[in-house]
């Protein structure tokens, strides 16, 4: 790999501390998912945490809480953090060609400790194709004709990243029924960058037809499928990579519900005959979903709009203000 | 008639369109308004040119969502005043950056003033050089979106546009003495100018 020459690098032949974990006990680390299937992690979500943009959001998924036989300095599962700053709309650059419409762009970046594997400080494959993925999501809600000639910057940090699989695995060489099918934690992260740019760009003050949401859900195979050799799976919604040793399809969704359409749908593993109903679990994500970024929005109107009466959009306003 | 509620978040319907026009930040879907920002709900109410249309007559109001006052400055749309300062003079046109827009600072925007948009009448005669000055602040309005090369084309036909700053050639701040010249204040001499008419 080519050395970062814009940069100051580290001194040359340095390696992570690497901790002494007994192998026997490694697998007593393992965490497992203690929620409902159709319960999904808790969701902070906060906009207008980057004064200088014109619209910014903050989103965090809260890390579960594991009953672990044995405990250990590193954290079981990795929690998403995510960051968004919307900039714009402001005029294309003299060298753009001429555009009737708001020319979006978006860029995803993971922060280069944001995996337990050091990123790069150059955008990769995997982050362009997530802000593909996010571009498709949102050019579904934002009116363009509004802004012409205009374009706006959608940018995204990933301070914390999903993981694709439990880190234990890593270490003792992989054990998992993965196969050839990977990068789970990427499903989760594109949910996360979806929801976190709406609200950005509702903070922002770009028109836009509606909000959306995004969200996961996976099929993964029943625990007690392995004894009788059958092929009975369980739906889960908001699946965390390192709680499943196996995922057997994953689906993540951007999901615009007071239109009642999907802006952008990524299917991922083998899903089956099951392919609709794992989309429609994604959908039941996404709505759940769209419930906190409503609570978030009542929060930015009322930082906004102090003096507003804002019950007529949020009817539970009232429960906020008062508790 | 149900009311149209008095704050909104992008999606949520208003009215049915045959009641309700769609103001800025609406739009409408399937027959209904939609909110497509987050702000307080305004009636623009009476619409205009109403009365006389027909076809419009069973419409009751124009609604339309109100920005934060903090928001940053929108683009230049048609008509619009804006507040330019002059960066090139060429033959036939000058380029400007516009620097405020309805009244708001925003980064700078590229225009164009062309010279057959300079002033109303007399459009054949009017000489470049002797309109502006590079770094005079002019006042004008937006008369089109502008093409690929250039940027936003400006106009200032009437007497309230033209420049309203000026700096001499010594670099002295200038008074208008008529509507096509302006005085320097410090040695006198005075300079053509496509002057705006003061408020």
Redesign the interface.
């Known amino acids: 790999m080519m050395a970062d020459r814009r940069r100051i690098n580290g001194p040359a032949g340095t390696a992570p501390p690497s901790y002494a974990i007994n192998t026997s006990d490694l697998e007593k680390l393992r965490p497992s998912r203690n929620r409902r299937p159709e319960e999904l992690r808790k969701i902070f979500l906060k906009t207008g945490v980057t004064p200088p943009a014109?619209g910014s959001a903050y989103l965090e998924l809260q890390s579960p809480t594991y009953d672990l036989p044995v405990k250990s300095v590193l954290p079981p599962a990795s929690a998403l953090k995510i960051s968004c700053a919307v900039h714009g709309?402001?005029?294309l650059p003299?060298s753009a060609?001429?555009n009737p419409q708001l020319v979006l762009s978006t860029h995803v970046k993971f922060a280069p400790f944001a995996t337990r594997h050091r990123r790069g400080y150059i955008r990769d494959s995997t982050e362009r194709d997530l802000g593909a993925h996010l571009e498709n999501a949102l050019r579904g809600?934002v009116?363009g004709k509004r802004?012409?000639?205009?374009g706006v910057d959608v940018i995204i940090t990933i301070l914390e990243g999903e993981e694709d699989r439990w880190w234990g695995d890593e270490v003792s060489g992989g054990t998992t029924g993965l196969g050839v099918v990977g990068g789970w934690g990427m499903m989760n992260v594109l949910a996360g960058c979806i929801t976190v740019a709406s609200a950005a760009l509702?903070?922002a003050?770009i028109?836009?037809?509606?909000?959306v949401c995004g969200g996961v859900a996976a099929i993964l195979p029943s625990p007690d499928s392995k004894d009788n050799q059958t092929q009975q799976s369980i739906t889960v919604l908001d699946p965390s990579p390192p709680e499943h040793p196996e995922i057997q399809a994953a689906c993540v969704v951007g999901y615009?519900?007071?239109?009642d359409e999907i802006t952008e749908l990524w299917l991922k593993g083998d899903s089956g005959a099951a392919t609709e109903q794992l989309i429609d679990s994604a959908v039941a994500a996404a709505v759940a979903t769209r419930a906190v970024m409503?609570e978030a929005?009542s929060e930015?109107?009322l930082s906004?709009?102090p003096e507003?009466?804002?019950?007529?959009?949020?009817p539970s306003a009232d429960a906020v203000m008062s508790g | 008639m149900a009311s149209a509620?008095?704050?909104?978040?992008?999606?949520?319907?208003l009215g049915p369109s045959a009641r309700h026009a769609a103001g800025p930040?609406t739009?409408i879907?399937n027959d209904r308004l939609?909110a497509?920002?987050?702000?307080?709900v305004s009636n623009l109410t009476p619409i205009r040119g109403s009365s006389g249309n027909s076809n419009k007559a069973s419409l009751q109001s124009t609604l339309a969502i109100t920005?934060?006052s903090?928001?940053?400055a929108p683009?230049p749309s048609i008509n619009a005043t804006v507040y330019a300062r002059v960066t090139r003079l060429a033959r036939l046109q000058a380029q400007c950056e516009i620097l405020v827009t309805d009244d708001k600072v925003n980064?700078p925007?590229?225009a164009v003033l062309r010279a057959q948009d300079v002033r109303a009448t007399e459009k054949d005669k009017v000489k470049i050089t002797e309109c502006f000055r590079v770094g005079d602040i002019v006042r004008a309005t937006v008369v089109g979106?502008?093409?690929?090369t250039g940027?936003y084309f400006l106009s200032t036909a009437g007497n309230e546009f033209g420049v309203v700053m000026a700096w001499s050639e010594e670099g002295n701040v200038c008074v208008p003495v008529s509507w096509c010249e302006v005085r320097d204040r410090e040695t006198g001499k005075k300079e053509p100018r496509k002057v705006a008419k003061p408020f």
């Open positions: 014109s709309p402001k005029p003299r060609p001429y809600i009116i802004w012409p000639k205009s509702v903070d003050g028109d836009c037809v509606d909000l615009s519900a007071s239109r409503v929005m930015t109107a906004k709009f507003a009466d804002i019950k007529s959009a949020f | 509620p008095s704050f909104a978040l992008p999606g949520q319907p930040g739009h879907y939609v497509s920002l987050l702000g307080p920005r934060p903090n928001a940053p683009l980064t925007v590229r979106l502008g093409d690929n940027g």
